[in-house]
């Protein structure tokens, strides 16, 4: 809720604006040669911001005409006047630049809020662009002087810098958590975790049908538990993703992340298990002398097109585990059905190397991890989860669509035909669409 001086304040920009861009005849600044030259010589930019100086001061001055009349000039009808000059200050490229403002009174005494002086105060970008800034590697501490353009320049101090970071990656962890998913056409969902300092951050990541990335929201807790899976789906359900439309969804191996999703999907989630967690899982039990022969026989068989030809050379491995090891069997036989959803879908080669995994997720999480290890003590849940947030949106800056993207056609067009009730499409060669 606004307070009455923050009312005040806005009409009277409001009223500025509004007189200015009725205004039929230019603006016109006067500079001295000498002044001009004086600038030059310190760079073409130390004259452009010279003269932006100017132009705010001049502006403020035919404001305050406007609202006293001219000088020297008696008014029966004037309800304020001038009051002298005062110091102020502008912001320019997020710095704080002092300046003379001029100042006016009604005839009751009360100050009259120049609308022109309160804009130029105003730098909706700033918070972005320190946001930006910072976690591209520069630090509170150094900011000030990377981007001092005015010897004279305040209000970038090491403080002032943090305090305007929390401030902006705030608003972009509510950017984040708010975001609309009901107008996304996704083909494919994949939800994974990062775990540091202690707690984890489950994320949800979408594909679009047009095979861009974009992050779709995330949680914090303990651990990949029941609790945390089921209140990050709750969360999307609630922002629009429908969960009764039939997609892919890839997941790591947390039994909590595959139960949350059924819980809401039911049959319409195919439900296609990370191959990268399932085979370290596997050769985490295995001693080290049988771990390169059963990881080349694993990658060979998911690597095959068909379905049969992979679930076959699967079963002959797992025989064979049995011999090595029963325990590394059991985990190999343990949903491994779910890590050839994309093998029964018939998706084609190129599209199937984006999505036998969760990688693409957990490369915005490399991203995440890379500017959180700048931190060096963190203070509260809020911080790590504001972080976490800006580090995620930060990497979908940089997202590229996914490879084999041209393929997705073909992938939607199997999921529509299993929604539909049609049979699974099983091919040996897939044809590129689009």
């Known amino acids: 809720m606004e307070r009455p001086y923050q009312i005040e304040d806005r009409r009277a920009m409001q009223r500025f604006e509004t007189a200015l861009g009725s205004r039929q005849e ?23 911001r010279r003269a932006g100086l100017e132009l ?106 943090s305090e305007h970071f929390i401030e902006a990656s705030r608003r972009k962890l509510r950017e984040l958590l708010e975001r609309d998913l009901s107008r996304l056409e ?49 969360d999307l359900e609630r922002r629009g993703l429908d969960f ?14 595959a139960a949350a999703v059924r819980k809401r999907a039911g049959q319409a989630a195919l439900i296609q298990r990370c191959q990268l967690h399932k085979r370290r ?42 011999r090595i090891n029963p325990s590394a069997a059991r985990s190999l036989a343990e949903g491994l059905e779910e890590t050839l959803t994309i093998h029964r879908l018939g998706v084609p080669a190129a599209l199937r190397k984006t999505l036998f995994s969760t990688n693409p997720i957990e490369s915005a999480l490399s991203v995440v991890e890379d500017k959180c290890r700048r931190v060096k003590k963190w203070q509260g849940g809020d911080m790590k989860l504001r972080w976490v947030a800006s580090g995620l949106l930060f990497a979908e800056e940089q997202f590229r669509r996914v490879k084999g993207y041209r393929d997705i056609p073909q992938l939607v067009a199997a999921i529509q035909a299993l929604a539909t009730g049609g049979k699974l499409p099983v091919v040996a060669a897939a044809r590129r669409v689009g």
């Open 56 to 161: 705010m001061c001049l502006l403020m001055e035919q404001e305050v005409e406007e609202l006293v009349g001219k000088r020297s000039v008696p008014s029966k009808e004037r309800t304020a006047y001038r009051w002298g000059k005062d110091d102020g200050w502008c912001r320019i490229d997020g710095q704080k630049v002092p300046l003379k403002r001029p100042r006016a009174r009604q005839v009751d005494g009360k100050e009259v809020q120049l609308g022109s002086y309160l804009c130029f105060q105003q730098d909706p970008q700033l918070g972005s662009k320190l946001w930006r800034e910072v976690l591209r590697g520069l630090s509170t501490r150094n900011y000030g002087r990377t981007v001092r353009r005015f010897a004279e320049a305040y209000g970038i101090e090491k403080s002032a810098v």
């Open 186 to 234: 996704l083909c494919a969902v994949m939800l994974d975790g990062i775990s540091f300092d202690g707690e984890t951050f489950v994320v949800a990541l979408g594909i679009g049908q047009d095979g861009r990335k974009t992050v779709l929201g995330l949680r914090q807790g303990a651990s990949e538990n029941a609790a945390v899976a089921d209140e990050l789906c709750a």
């Open 26 to 48: 230019a603006v016109q600044l006067v500079l001295p040669a000498v002044e001009i030259v004086t600038a030059m010589r310190a760079g073409v930019g130390e004259l452009i």
């Open 281 to 322: 899982n596997v050769l985490g039990h295995l001693p080290n002398q049988h771990q390169p022969f059963i990881e080349q026989k694993l990658i060979a068989a998911w690597a095959m097109s068909s379905y049969e030809e992979a679930r076959k050379a699967l079963d002959s491995v797992r025989l064979e585990l049995e």
């Open 244 to 257: 009764q439309q039939a997609r892919l969804w890839v997941l790591d191996g947390a039994k909590a992340l």
